[in-house]
């Protein structure tokens, strides 16, 4: 009986003993630590700090930059604009000027015209009927190649903001200016546009409004949509005067007309083809083919839009794919103009 009653005694005293054990094992090694201290950086488990890459790095990689994109060129540099030395009062608002050190708003404002001595054939394409309807006109500043030169319409309200978006995308500026064409009154071209029957002042002052309207452009053309000025550039008179006030503002002037002379007494040039006339899908690629075999043949061409539409801007887009691949580059209107035949 008492062999038995020990029994669990003895166990409880092994187990006891045990536990002590554990315990003694457990103090030695927390003591060893604390003794030792901390592993060194090198021996630490897992990667550096420095090793861990930051968040910036973990994100997805940007997209790569289109074709068409890597063409952009950089926002305008810093300073001013539009530039007040190229500018002086008139009675409808500031119109531009030679500044006194020589520079002229036609240079001042050109854009891209680094192309201009690559050696390849160059085309040029004016874009008018812009600024009345502001969808029309984003659609167009936003799908066109930059290299687009396009035209506002003086009588359009609130150009500031489409100017600063053109201009963010590199894009040169025409005014459009309104001309007394065939069949006026019926093509009216608006109630200050330059007319055959109008005295010399009167025309200047009407000039002097529709060269206020919005600054920022290398020149103009002398189309208002489908109507071109032909009455008015037919007398010789008001119409080279027209081109000699021009001249002296430092700005260049695009005759719309297909065929006609360049300027006698304004730097620019007559264009080559209007692409919209009729603006049918078909038309349109058949003109755009015309003006680039004509820059292949002559070194240079020039084409006019009268107006952006839908359509017109899906051709040019899609024509343009390509376009440097088959040797032509298209270039601003300022990197393509002459000197004026008087001049010559």
């Known amino acids: 009986m008492a062999a038995e009653r020990s029994a669990p005694a003895d166990k409880w005293r092994r187990l006891k003993q045990f536990w002590a054990a554990v315990g003694s094992i457990i103090a030695v090694i927390v003591i060893t630590l604390a003794i030792l201290g901390p592993l060194p950086a090198s021996e630490a488990v897992g990667p550096p700090p420095d090793a861990i890459p930051p968040v910036a790095l973990l994100a997805p990689p940007a997209e790569q930059p289109t074709a068409m994109q890597e063409r952009l060129p950089p926002s305008p540099p810093p300073g001013p604009f539009p530039d007040e030395a190229l500018l002086e009062a008139g009675p409808h608002g500031p119109v531009p000027r030679i ?11 050109s854009r891209l015209t680094e192309q201009r001595s690559d050696g390849r054939q160059r085309v040029s394409i004016v874009v008018g009927g812009l600024g009345l309807n502001a969808v029309v006109t984003e659609q167009a500043i936003n799908q066109l190649p930059n290299a687009t030169t396009i035209a506002f319409n003086p009588y359009a309200p609130r150009l500031r903001p489409l100017i600063d978006m053109a201009r963010a995308r590199g894009m040169e ?43 920022g452009y290398v020149g103009v053309v002398g189309a208002i949509g489908s109507l071109r000025g ?29 065929g006609a002379r360049s300027p006698e ?51 040019i887009s899609a024509w343009f794919q390509g376009l440097e691949a088959r040797g032509v580059v298209l270039v601003p209107v300022s990197s393509n103009i002459r000197r004026p035949e008087s001049a010559q």
């Open 230 to 258: 032909e009455r008015f550039a037919a007398l010789s008179d008001p119409f080279l005067t027209m081109q000699d006030h021009l001249r002296r503002r430092g700005l260049l002037y695009i005759d719309p007309r297909p």
């Open 265 to 315: 007494r304004a730097w620019g040039r007559s264009v080559d083809v209007v692409v919209d006339e009729p603006a049918t899908r078909r038309e349109i690629d058949l003109k755009l083919a015309i003006l680039e075999r004509l820059a292949r043949e002559r070194g240079s061409a020039l084409g006019l839009v009268g107006d952006a539409t839908p359509v017109v801007l899906d051709r």
């Open 173 to 215: 500026l025409l005014l459009a200016l309104p001309m007394e064409s065939n069949g006026h009154p019926a093509n009216d071209a608006g109630d200050r546009a330059l007319l055959t029957n109008l005295l010399p002042s009167a025309n200047e002052d009407r000039l002097l409004w529709n060269l206020s309207r919005f600054q």
């Open 99 to 109: 500044g006194i050190d020589g520079r002229t708003p036609m240079r001042v404002y």
